[in-house]
């Protein structure tokens, strides 16, 4: 007997289970809007909720599924989701999809944290220059990581200039080069 051409049927829940049990079993755990990864683990967690809710009972009120999942945020993060929970009050969805949702979490909650991680990456790229090699593997790895910042010229110039070797300090120093700038200076060689 074969089953070729056929769909398997969607699953089911067992008959007299309530779902409000499954809507908050499956909730993901709160998240305060401070770090990404953890916003990343919130968004990827919510997912899965919204798939199993949407899948497992498909008749369950989008709306109610939406506002379970926006009181998961507190802090920092509550405050992004409160405009979202009255429009969703007012039985309009703010997003087409879930990928929506995502897109537009990610962007507020996950933009912020990669600029932090750029400049903890710099930091430590500035502080450990020794282990990279030659000045100019330093110069490449900074102007990537420094492009993820929001430094201005003048704070990246500096902050190139803190990595460097204190033998080319002392040359940039005493040579009379000009290093009014961060391309001035990474000019040099």
């Known amino acids: 007997?074969?089953?070729?051409?056929?769909?398997?049927?969607?699953?089911?829940?067992?008959?007299?289970?309530?779902?409000?049990?499954?809507v908050t079993q499956l909730a993901p755990r709160e998240y305060d809007?401070?770090?990404?990864?953890?916003?990343?683990?919130?968004?990827?967690?919510a997912s899965i909720y919204h798939s199993n809710i949407t899948t497992f009972s498909p008749s369950f009120p989008e709306?109610?599924?939406?506002i379970t999942l926006l009181n998961k945020l507190t802090e920092g993060a509550a405050e992004w989701a409160g405009p979202h929970i009255v429009t969703l009050a007012s039985v309009t969805q703010p997003w087409a999809d879930f990928a929506a949702f995502e897109t537009a979490f990610k962007a507020h909650?996950?933009?912020a944290d990669d600029k932090e991680a750029a400049i903890a990456e710099l930091v430590k790229l500035c502080k450990g220059q020794h282990k990279i090699g030659t000045v100019q593997d330093y110069t490449v790895?900074?102007?990537?990581?420094?492009?993820?910042t929001s430094f201005s010229?003048?704070?990246k110039r500096e902050r190139y200039?803190?990595?460097?070797?204190?033998?080319?300090?002392d040359i940039l120093a005493t040579s009379g080069h000009d290093t009014s700038s961060i391309t001035k200076i990474q000019a040099w060689r």
Not at 34 to 41: F, N, T, V, Y
């Open 1 to 22: 007997m074969s089953n070729a051409g056929t769909t398997p049927a969607p699953p089911q829940l067992p008959a007299g289970y309530d779902v409000s049990k499954l």
């Open 33 to 45: 809007g401070k770090m990404a990864q953890d916003g990343l683990r919130f968004v990827s967690a």
């Open 63 to 66: 709306t109610i599924l939406w």
């Open 109 to 111: 909650f996950c933009a």
């Open 141 to 148: 790895k900074f102007n990537v990581i420094a492009a993820r």
């Open 153 to 155: 010229a003048e704070d």
């Open 161 to 169: 200039r803190t990595g460097l070797p204190y033998k080319i300090k």
